[in-house]
C-alpha cells in the first residue's frame, strides 16, 4: 500500500505544481515573488529584444511602478523627462497629498496627487546617519530617525529645533503629547 501511496502523492505534487505554473493560480505569485526576491529568478516582465530595440508596453508599465516608489530616490534618471507622475487618474486615488522621505538625500517632501512639490524638508545629518524615516507633524515640522544615531525635530522651515541622540532605528510613533 505504501509503495503505492508516495508515488500516487508525488504525482498528484507534480501536476499541481504543472498546473499552478501554467494558470499562474495560487501560490505562482508567492513561489514567483520568493525566487525574485532570493535572486533565483528574474522578475517577470517580457523582454527587450535586441540592443537598442523599444521596450515593450508592459515592460514600461511595469518599470514605471517600480521607478515611481519613493524609496527608489537614489537612482538617476535615465531619460529626465520621464520623472514625478507619468499618468494620474483622479478617479482611482484618494484625494489628499502624499508625504515622502529621501533615506540618502536627508530630504522630505508633500506632494499632491499630480506629483507637484508643495513643501520641501531638508537638514544635513552628516555625523549623524542617514534619514531613516520622517513623520509629518499637525504644525508643519518634521519628526528624523537618522539611523542608528539619533531623533530630530525640525520646523516647518528645515530649521533643527532638537535632537535626543540615540541609536534610534526604523520608525517612531507619534503621540498625542
Known sequence: MRALLVPAVCALLF????????SQVFPYGVVLSLAVATGLSEPDLPPARGAGAQESEPRLEALAVLESLPYIDSLPAERP???G???HDASRVSPGMNF???TRKSRAILMDMTGQIVHEWHYSTEGRGAWHHAELLDDGGILVV???AS???LDRDS???WVYEARAHHDLWVGAD
Open 15 to 22: 501536476g499541481w505544481g504543472f498546473l499552478t505554473h501554467r
Open 81 to 83: 523627462e520621464d520623472r
Open 85 to 87: 507622475v507619468m499618468r
Open 100 to 102: 515622502y522621505n529621501m
Open 146 to 148: 537618522a539611523q542608528d
Open 151 to 153: 531623533v530630530m525635530r
Open 159 to 161: 530649521n533643527l529645533t
